[in-house]
């Protein structure tokens, strides 16, 4: 049972490049997020998704976009990197019904030059 | 948005004492979470409270929900190398998956 699995594990981009960060769950798990984790912030909601094809704004939107469409998969796609984007991604899941605590995936660790 | 903040943000103990940090929120929340992050890991879910002044333990983890809704506290005794990590609280509104996370306490352990 792989869990969250998270690729890649680290990336260096340049500024304007684009990107796809890839997050699957085999826990067939209805709720997927992304977050960022900066240093001294915590981490902060990018986008989430209730289920297949539906997806949410969370705190830090813009410079992201996601979809999703299968329950496995949720990507995380940016579309012109920017600088301020250097940061460590999270992707985690739960199973949406009621209370149930996410798990988190190992990290993106991504450098924008 | 919501604000989590936790303290203190960090900790220089010797193993084997008892530490405790703790979350306050500026609203009410009906779930709070308490994760471990490791170097180059993912947080681990280490303790979850669904109800207000709930007290649950875990080893040698005791975490507990607060009576106004608006806090949470985590205690570990007799600390072990491996305890060395950053602690998140996380808190969660009813009906609502989304987390908010506190800030985290970075624990290490003085040789």
């Known amino acids: 049972n792989a869990g969250v699995t998270q690729t890649p594990k680290f990336q260096v981009l340049k500024t304007g490049q684009s990107m796809t960060l890839q997050c699957a769950q085999d826990?067939?798990?209805?709720?997927m997020s992304w977050y960022r984790q900066d240093p001294g912030m915590g981490l902060r909601l990018i986008h989430y998704?209730?289920?297949?094809?539906?997806?949410d704004q969370g705190e830090v939107p813009n410079g992201y976009n996601v979809s999703r469409s299968t329950t496995e998969d949720f990507p995380l796609r940016l579309l012109s990197a920017a600088p301020s984007q250097t940061s460590v991604y999270f992707c985690?899941?739960?199973?949406?019904?009621?209370?149930?605590?996410?798990?988190f995936g190992d990290g993106t660790r991504l450098s924008i030059l | 948005g919501q604000q989590l903040n936790q303290s203190p943000q960090s900790m220089f103990i010797q193993e084997g004492e008892d530490v405790s940090m703790n979350c306050t929120s500026s609203s009410i929340f009906n779930t709070w979470l308490w994760y471990k992050q490791d170097p180059g890991e993912g947080p681990v879910l280490l303790i979850a409270?669904?109800?207000?002044?709930e007290l649950t333990s875990n080893g040698r983890l005791t975490a507990q929900f607060g009576i106004t809704r608006k806090d949470s506290f985590l205690n570990i005794s007799a600390s072990i190398p491996s305890d060395v990590g950053i602690y998140f609280c996380?808190?969660?509104?009813?009906?609502?998956?989304?987390?908010?996370f506190g800030t985290g306490t970075r624990l290490t352990i003085i040789p």
């Open positions: 998704s209730v289920g297949a094809g539906i997806t």
């Open positions: 826990m067939n798990h209805e709720y």
């Open positions: 996380a808190g969660q509104l009813s009906g609502n998956e989304k987390l908010t």
């Open positions: 409270l669904y109800k207000a002044g």
């Open positions: 985690a899941s739960s199973p949406g019904t009621g209370y149930q605590p996410q798990h």
